[in-house]
C-alpha cells in the first residue's frame, strides 16, 4: 500500500523522536511491502523562525492533502512571549480544527515491564490496567467564548461551555465503536447534577447506545471518575467524556500507566486521515542529548497504520517489537531502574527496528 504521511517535527526532542518512528516505519515497509512517502512539514516554533508564522499555509495544505499526519511536539521558552494567536501550541490547535479532528483517543495500558514506574500499589496493578479515554476534542470550554469585561467597578471573566446534539452524537459514536472492538463497556463522564450541557451530554448518549445493545453503558460524575482512576483503573474499558474533562482526565490516566515518554494517542475525525503523536510536550530540558524516550512516539505510528491505514498486523508488530526490547531491560533514562541497561534515544529506536 502506498501512504503519504505529513511529519510535524516540530521543537525540542520533536525532531529526534520522530526520526526514531520514521526509522521503524521504514522497516514495516520493507517487511510488509508497503511504500510510505513522508512530507516534512514545517509548524511550532521552528516555523516561527523560519517563516514568522506558527503555521504556514503550505504546512496546512500538506496535512490537509496527506492521508495522515505524524507530530512529534511543539514549543518551548524559546517562544514564550509570541502573541497567543501565533504560539506554538496554537498551530496544534488551528490543524486539529482545520482537518476536523474531534477525536482524542488515549490508550491508558500498563507495561507489565514498567510496573515498577508507576505510583500506584501493586495490589491495584495486579488487577491490570487497559482502558481508552475518547474525548472530545474541538467543543466544549476550551472552543467557546472567552471574554473578560470590567462589571461594578471590577474584572469578570467568563469561558462559555457548549455542546451542540450533533457533537455530542458524533464523539459517543466514536466511543461506542471503539468499545465494540474491546470489551464492550462505556462509562461516560460528565458533571450532569450541575451543568446543562452534561445533562445534554447524557442524553444523547444514552440516544447513541440505544444504538449498540451489545455495548453496556453508565455514567459517573468526573469528581468520581478521577478518584475512581486511581482507585480501581482495571474496572474501565472505554471513557467517553468532553473535552476539558478528557484533558484531565487522560493525563491521570497517563501517570498511573508509569512514564510520560511512552504514551501514544490519535486524534480522528469523520475519515481515515488523523493526526498521531505522543502526549508528552516538546522536553527543552533533555532536548538534542539523545535522552528522550522515543517508545510514545513510535507507538503513536503504530495506532496510525491501525487506525488510519487499517494494518492491525503492522501496528501489532510494532507492539511487540516494543515489549520485546523492554523485556530485553533496555530503558531509555526516564524508565531506568537498578537492573536496567540505559540506552539513547537513537539506540532505542535502532533495537526497536531491528527487533521487528
Ligand atoms: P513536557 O511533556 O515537554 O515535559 C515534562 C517533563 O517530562 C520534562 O521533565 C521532560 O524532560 C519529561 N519528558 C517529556 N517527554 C519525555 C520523553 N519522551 N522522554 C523522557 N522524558 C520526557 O512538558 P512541559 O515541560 O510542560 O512543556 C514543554 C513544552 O512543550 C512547552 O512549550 C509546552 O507548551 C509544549 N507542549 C507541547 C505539546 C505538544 O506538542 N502536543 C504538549 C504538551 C506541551
Not at 5 to 31: F, M, N, R, W, Y
Not at 79 to 97: G, M, V
Request: proline share 4%.
Amino acid at each position: 500500500m502506498r501512504k503519504e504521511i505529513a511529519v510535524i517535527s516540530g521543537d525540542g526532542i520533536g525532531p529526534e523522536i520522530t526520526a526514531q518512528a520514521i526509522k521503524v516505519l521504514d522497516k514495516i515497509a520493507h517487511k510488509f511491502q508497503h511504500n510510505f512517502i513522508y512530507h516534512q512539514v514545517l509548524a511550532g516554533g521552528c516555523a516561527i523562525d523560519a517563516t514568522g508564522s506558527c503555521l504556514p499555509k503550505e504546512s496546512l495544505e500538506i496535512c490537509l492533502k496527506s492521508d495522515s499526519v505524524l507530530l512529534g511536539a511543539v514549543g518551548g521558552p524559546k517562544w514564550d512571549n509570541q502573541p497567543s494567536s501565533n504560539r506554538p501550541e496554537t498551530a496544534l490547535l488551528q490543524i486539529r480544527k482545520e482537518l476536523g479532528l474531534f477525536a482524542n483517543i488515549r490508550p491508558a495500558q500498563l507495561l507489565p515491564q514498567l510496573k515498577d514506574a508507576s505510583p500506584l500499589k501493586s495490589s491495584i496493578l495486579d488487577k491490570g490496567i487497559d482502558f481508552v479515554v475518547v474525548r472530545e476534542l474541538i467543543g466544549g470550554i476550551y472552543f467557546g467564548e472567552h471574554r473578560t469585561r470590567e462589571q461594578n467597578g471590577e474584572l469578570l471573566a467568563t469561558d462559555i461551555m457548549a455542546y451542540t446534539q450533533s457533537q455530542i452524537h458524533r464523539i459517543a459514536k466514536v466511543a461506542f465503536e471503539i468499545a465494540r472492538k474491546r470489551r464492550k463497556n462505556v462509562i461516560s463522564v460528565d458533571k450532569a447534577n450541575v451543568l446543562d450541557s452534561s445533562r445534554l451530554w447524557r442524553k444523547v448518549v444514552e440516544e447513541v447506545a440505544a444504538q449498540y445493545p451489545d455495548v453496556s453503558l453508565s455514567h459517573m460524575y468526573v469528581d468520581n471518575a478521577a478518584m475512581q482512576i486511581c482507585k480501581d483503573p482495571s474496572q474501565f474499558d472505554v471513557i467517553l467524556t468532553e473535552n476539558m474533562f478528557g484533558d484531565i482526565l487522560s493525563d491521570e490516566a497517563s501517570m498511573i500507566t508509569g512514564t510520560i515518554g511512552t504514551i501514544p494517542s490519535s486524534s480522528l475525525g469523520e475519515g481515515t486521515l488523523g493526526l498521531y503523536e505522543p502526549i508528552h510536550g516538546s522536553a527543552p530540558d533533555i532536548a538534542n542529548q539523545d535522552k528522550a524516550n522515543p517508545i510514545g512516539m513510535i507507538l503513536s505510528a503504530a495506532l496510525m497504520l491501525d487506525y488510519s491505514f487499517g494494518m492491525k498486523a503492522e501496528s501489532q508488530a510494532i507492539q511487540k517489537a516494543v515489549e520485546k526490547i523492554l523485556d530485553a531491560g533496555y530503558r531509555t533514562g526516564d524508565m531506568m531502574d537498578a537492573h536496567s541497561k540505559l540506552v539513547g534515544t537513537q539506540a532505542m529506536g535502532t533495537l526497536i527496528s531491528e527487533a521487528l
